[in-house]
């Protein structure tokens, strides 16, 4: 077996465990986050996915700040309007900013996607940070394109791990929503 295709069923493997973690709201998943991330920096890198592979640099680092943040167990609440305009404005900031460097310096071959999955998973693990139900939102769409993605690049463990995720956010959304506590 090639070692790359160990090393992404690996990863893809340790994601599942991550997405369970999330859905249950365990502070254990951050850590679990990290290696998942330093694998798919690997992975990404690999096949030219820039702007993913550095998505998951800032996951390992959003996975810091998460393992502190939920060490006092933050609620689950709702984004409100104010935070929600915010974070729909810094996705497309960091989308026209991630796009416009990877089509200009880089031989990324999808640079306008994978400029867009990258911002939304900065907006979305910041929002899990803070416990916002909406991040389930994001992660979907996210997700769905990023499996699409992956089936084109022929990275099929990885696909299959951005499907599982996916169905997890509906998931996560509707678990969650039971559990929502006004701040």
Known sequence: MDISLFIELFG?????VYVVL??????????????????????FTKNGFYAMAGLNIYYVAISFYGLWSW???????RAGWRITSVCLL?????????SMVLGRFTDSPIPYSDALITSLGIVASWMLS???????WIWIAANILAACIAAWQGLYPSAVLFVAYTVAAVVGVR?????IVDR
């Not at 060490?71 to 609440?77: E, H």
């Not at 803070?130 to 389930?136: G, V």
């Open 90 to 98: 810094a996705i497309i900031v960091l989308f026209f900013l991630l």
């Open 12 to 16: 893809a493997l340790s994601g599942i």
């Open 130 to 136: 803070k416990s916002y139900i909406e991040q389930w």
């Open 22 to 43: 999330e859905i249950l709201k365990r502070r254990i998943m951050w850590v679990v986050g990290i290696v998942t991330s330093l694998v798919y920096i690997y992975i």
């Open 175 to 179: 678990r969650w929503r039971n559990k």
């Open 71 to 77: 060490k006092v167990a933050p609620d689950i609440c």
